[in-house]
């Protein structure tokens, strides 16, 4: 009973051990970060958009009453 409880235990240390190994910082510095992406302002031109739907919703609603 003695000789299965020093395995576990052995088992039990190994795999703790192996997460410390693997949560050490290997010292090289982290990567730049990406360049942001390009600001395009679309702030404006979705109220835009949203009227010539609404305009185009409109227009294709009267012209399917009509037929």
């Not at 088992?11 to 360049?35: E, R």
């Not at 942001?36 to 919703?57: E, R, S, T």
Request: charged content about 10%.
């Amino acid at each position: 009973m003695i000789v299965q409880n020093k395995k576990i235990l052995a088992s039990i240390l190994f795999v703790l051990i192996s997460f410390v190994c693997t949560a050490q910082p290997n010292g090289m510095p982290p990567p730049p970060a990406p360049p942001p992406p390009p600001g395009l302002p679309i702030d404006n031109a979705i109220i835009v958009l949203f009227f010539l739907a609404l305009a185009f919703g409109i227009y294709k609603n009267f012209k399917r009453v009509k037929s």
